[in-house]
Nanobody, 124 residues
Framework: QVQLVESGGGLVQAGGSLRLSCAAS????????MGWFRQAPGKEREFVAA????????NHADSVEGRFTISRDNAKKELYLQMTNLKPEDTAVYYC?????????????????WGQGTQVTISS
């Protein structure tokens, strides 16, 4: 089993910044790609960003491109999401997950282990 714990969420004003972290433990393999997804009330879970095991390959959703940056520290077994210029439409629960194909997929079905999520709320 792999355990993932997200942190760093909170309430900020539009235009502000937050940095989310995801700490992995258990039988975590640094060869896993990892990703961030989010789910707003009444909406389906959507892809935000993903990163290959080495960090050399990243994918960002069009809606966050240029504002959010995914990164990872394999020595610490941590995943990060730096979020800037936040908008009210970024309000959601943010989840980190592990992807075992190593392809930094945008499909949630390719991800196996998920954290419990951290709430991000952006006020206008």
């Amino acid at each position: 089993q792999v355990q993932l714990v997200e942190s760093g969420g909170g309430l900020v004003q539009a235009g502000g910044s937050l940095r989310l972290s995801c700490a992995a433990s258990g039988r975590f393999d640094s060869n896993y790609a990892m990703g961030w997804f989010r789910q707003a009330p009444g909406k389906e879970r959507e892809f935000v960003a993903a990163i290959s095991w080495s960090g050399r390959i990243t994918n960002h959703a069009d809606s966050v491109e240029g504002r959010f940056t995914i990164s990872r520290d394999n020595a610490k077994k941590e995943l990060y999401l730096q979020m800037t210029n936040l908008k009210p439409e970024d309000t959601a629960v943010y989840y980190c997950a592990t992807e075992h194909f190593g392809s930094a997929s945008v499909r949630s079905t390719d991800y196996e282990y998920w954290g419990q999520g951290t709430q991000v709320t952006i006020s206008s």
